[in-house]
């Protein structure tokens, strides 16, 4: 098997960011500095900055199709068309063919899903299942109270449309909460703007009960079963 795509396969990180790693000389096999394209074989010991990696656990049961969480970084851009660069398909690198749940635009990072099941990316998203997104926003003024009310009180237009109530709370000076049920494009930075702030970081943290938890930038993981319960109730679907 390729280098890039065992460590792939592991969920530390993307085939494109595993060969950056290696290209940077922090990842050895048995004890050996590694190189692109080279192969490893059953039983060989691979280690990124001396650290072991380990193969992931696998999923209880067995599953028709692939569900993952990903810590998209900036820059990765939420689209299935491989002519766009930095495309996200080609971000995580799978075997199998994937599409994200949702999106994620570009200049922002966190949490988003990635499924190999198509057919269930619009039943996930329906609006009907108010399926809540929680975001972490740094912004470039200090944070009021009325900034906050205004949010969650709801009715700022984005693209022509009201936006529905959110539940908003105040983090240090300069940073806030926010959890929607909407998924409108650009939604927090326009809402943002539209009572003169300007986003400088957006995060997001939990897509339904699914959560960022300890995952670095570019590292994705299989959903476990009581995740995908709470997206897909019937165990058919999965």
């Not at 396969?9 to 595993?18: I, L």
């Not at 922090?26 to 039983?43: K, Q, S």
């Not at 820059?75 to 799978?94: A, L, P, Q, W």
């Not at 039943?123 to 900034?147: F, G």
Request: glycine share 12%; hydrophobic share 35%; aromatic share 4%.
């Amino acid at each position: 098997m390729r280098l890039n795509k065992h460590i792939s396969d592991t969920g530390a990180c993307s085939r494109r960011e595993a060969d950056r790693l290696i290209a940077e000389g922090r990842v050895t096999v048995d004890g050996l500095r590694a190189r692109i394209g080279a192969e490893v074989g059953e039983g060989d010991e691979v280690r990124v900055d001396g650290q072991p990696l380990h193969a992931r656990t696998a999923a209880k049961g067995q599953r028709r199709h692939v569900y993952i969480a990903l810590n998209k970084p900036v820059g990765v851009t939420c689209t299935t068309e491989s002519s766009v660069k930095g495309n996200i398909v080609d971000f995580v690198g799978h075997e199998q063919r994937i599409f994200p749940i949702g999106r994620l635009d570009k200049d922002s990072e966190g949490l988003i899903l990635l499924t190999s099941n198509g057919d269930i990316v619009n039943q996930v998203l329906r609006a009907e299942n108010k399926l809540e997104k929680e975001y972490l926003v740094a912004v470039n003024h200090a944070v009021t109270d009325e900034l906050l009310r205004g949010m969650a009180r709801g009715g700022v237009p984005v693209h022509g449309q009201p936006t529905l109530p959110c539940r908003t709370g105040k983090l240090g000076r300069f940073g806030f909460r926010v959890t929607l049920v909407q998924g409108l494009n650009r939604q927090i930075r326009l809402m943002a703007a539209h009572f003169g702030y300007r986003v400088k970081q957006l995060v997001r943290v939990r897509i339904g009960s699914v959560k960022l938890g300890h995952l670095k930038p570019g590292q994705w993981r299989n959903l476990t079963d009581a995740e995908l319960r709470g997206l897909l109730p019937r165990h058919e679907d999965w």
